[in-house]
């Protein structure tokens, strides 16, 4: 037993005999017990109603109340406090009464031995002490699990608390996303219209170019973020040309003279450098230099060949030229779509990826042209949620909204007071496919 606890221990010594007392105290104090005595039972009782007691010795014989009753008072009323008792040979019976009843840890028979006493009562307090930190230990940890199941509960409540807030913020941040992607999309065709507005040949070619890259694209199974640079280098291929006189505009290739072709071919390397400030346009720019590189090498601006043109520069020289020779801005005859599609075909392997060629034929055939059309509504009939199929554009061919966008109130207003203020119907095509 370590020195604090052998120090702060209280003994009562309980015993009808002046001399047995003061023998048991002279024993005991030198080990520094707290030391109270009675010269009986009733008086032993007495001192336990106000003094906290570690350990009781009694005597057996004692008048009017004898040991083995005394020490069965003290269990009841004193369950904690450790009980020994002092008994002489001939009181086997009485020992055994006070072992049932007082339920003793102990019984030394009299003459005892003075180091075994000492022993015993300093092995008692030990038992005492580690019950009492048992106890003790016991409550501390059933309490600190209390403690803990109710952090638990408190932290998985922050967690789910938490993770509400964080999917609720992700709701918005996506809404914004979507919102921002939408946005920027329309500015990308806004800014190709631009070249429509100047009229002519030019009007719906880079609408035309970029629905068919698009579908191209898809068709050829080009990861997704490749697809989007390739539909945006088709809407945005031909910006270089913004600065262009009319008369170089609507002049097609084959009848330009040598300054103005000289012209006519820095118009890719103007479309980069206008796109050059956007990162996010980074690898749509490359595109927009290349796509009058030749498969051959004789091409321009730089003269690449083969897979040193990147592949979306070479999927929009195959469907720019397509457009291009049907309208009339390579050769002074426009050509019918079949007759384009025959010079394409022909051309594959020297102008253009013959591979390419091969996929943009079929799918001119009709196997990929699957997308949906949309159906006509009046502008009267909008309806909130309703998502564009195809471009809304004005009487002049201008674009007004985008393919895929979603209506909502503000936006029907919008239309329809356009409708009202041009005094002419409007018919807008909405998707009709669930996706």
Known sequence: MNETATTEATLLLVDDEPGILSSLRRLLRPAGYKIFTAEGGKAGLEILEHE???????????????GAQFLEQVRIRWPKTTRILLTGYADVSSTIAAINRG???????????????????????EGMRLRNENVRLLALTQAQNEELKDLNSSLEDKVRQRTSEIEQVNSFLNLANDKLKQNFLVSIKMFSG????????????SR?????????????KIE????????????????????????????????????????????????????MPLDELKDVSRIIRSHHEHFDGK???????????????????????????????LSERRMSADEAKALISQSGGKRYDPEIVDAFIEMLGGLALEADRGKAVSHADLKVGMVLARDLLSRDGILLLSADFTLNVPLIKQIQEYARRENHAITIYIRTDKN
């Open 52 to 66: 906290s007691v570690d350990l009781v010795i009694s005597d057996m014989r004692m008048p009017e109340m004898d």
């Open 103 to 125: 339920e003793i840890f102990r019984y030394v028979s009299k003459p005892w031995d003075d180091n075994e006493l000492t022993l015993l009562v300093r092995d008692a307090l």
């Open 194 to 205: 631009l070249m429509e507005l100047r009229g002519g040949a030019m009007a719906g070619h």
């Open 208 to 220: 035309r170019v970029a629905d068919l890259a698009r579908k191209l694209s898809s068709r050829l």
């Open 224 to 275: 997704a973020k490749e697809q989007q640079d390739i539909f945006f280098a088709a809407l945005l291929h031909d910006v270089g040309k913004i600065g262009f006189p009319d008369s170089l505009l609507i002049r097609p290739v084959s009848k330009m003279n040598s300054e103005e072709l000289g012209q006519y071919r820095k118009h890719v390397i103007a479309g980069e450098s206008a796109l």
């Open 299 to 329: 091409g321009f601006p730089d003269g690449l060949e083969g897979s040193d043109i990147v592949r979306g520069a070479r999927i929009l020289s195959v469907i720019n030229d397509y457009d291009g020779l049907q309208i009339g801005t």
